[in-house]
């Protein structure tokens, strides 16, 4: 079922050329239907339709439950190592759980609490790590953007390193960017969704007894692990 995007349901301001999202960060797309707003600031504007997150259809019970209940964790570690975030915390006590102003300062008291315990670092790291291949895929020199891993404690050398090895994978594998951050929309499944990388082989890949042909073109995801802050 879509929400529409024009019923009130709340959405977050959004980086432009990525999609419109809602706190959960689910994206809003044009409705398929070629409806437009018929009221209000919109008016004559294609309505939207809040669709689906990709990953989530592939999302593996048993490691979702884990997630949770590190999130969790995370979330108490922030509060008792934050005198504010405590006292906040103990206040919600006195609200009607059922209100959407409980809910709404609940939520953000929760995400304050995960960024006091750092649970949102590896999270920015690995977002930081896509912006330096997609600088590098650009011709942008990723120097410009360095402070700012440092500022999340990846050394300079560190991130010269990985813009290097990112340099390194595409050469040795014959791999030619197409698209960066290309944004898909799938209206039959409602999900909606941004890849990192269409690719192009210039040679053919083996894989074990597999080949893949030369001129395939294939989709390139990139994971960013754990990551190591020393090259």
Same mark, same amino acid.
């Given at each position: ?15 432009? #050329? ?5 706190? %959960? ?9 070629? %409806?437009?707003?018929?009221?209000? !600031? ?15 259809? &592939? ?16 979330? =108490?570690? &922030? ?10 915390? /103990? ?6 759980? @059922?209100?959407? @102003?409980?809910? @709404?300062?609940?939520?953000? +008291? ?11 670092? %590896?999270? @920015? ?23 700012? #891993?440092?500022?999340? &404690? ?12 990112? /340099? /390194? ?12 951050? !290309? ?11 941004? +890849? ?8 053919? =890949?083996?894989?074990?007894? *597999?080949?893949?042909?030369? #001129?395939?073109?294939?989709? +390139?995801? *990139?994971?960013? #692990? ?6």
């Amino acid at each position: 079922m879509t929400i529409p995007l024009d019923t009130g349901a709340p959405e977050q301001a959004h980086t432009p #050329g990525d999609f419109p999202r809602n706190a %959960a960060k689910a994206p809003y797309v044009s409705d398929p239907s070629g %409806a437009v707003v018929k009221s209000g !600031a919109r008016k004559g504007q294609p309505k939207r339709v809040l669709y689906g997150r990709p990953s989530g259809l &592939g999302k593996n019970v048993g490691d979702g439950f884990a997630l949770s209940q590190w999130s969790q964790r995370m979330v =108490l570690c &922030g509060i008792v190592t934050d005198a504010a975030l405590a006292a906040e915390a /103990r206040a919600l006590l006195d609200m009607d759980q @059922e209100s959407r @102003e409980f809910k @709404e300062l609940a939520n953000a +008291l929760a995400d304050r609490a995960k960024d006091a315990a750092k649970a949102s670092l %590896a999270a @920015e790291r690995g977002t930081h790590t896509h912006a330096l291949t997609e600088d590098h895929d650009n011709e942008v020199d990723w120097v410009a953007r360095a402070e700012a #891993g440092v500022d999340l &404690g990846i050394p300079h050398e560190a991130q010269q390193a990985l813009v290097e090895a990112w /340099r /390194r994978m595409l050469a040795d594998n014959g791999l030619e960017v197409l698209a960066t951050e !290309a944004k898909v929309v799938n209206d039959r499944l409602r999900v909606a969704g941004t +890849l990192d990388r269409i690719v192009r082989l210039t040679r053919p =890949l083996t894989f074990g007894d *597999i080949t893949v042909p030369a #001129g395939t073109v294939l989709v +390139l995801d *990139i994971k960013t #692990g754990k990551m190591r802050t020393t090259p």
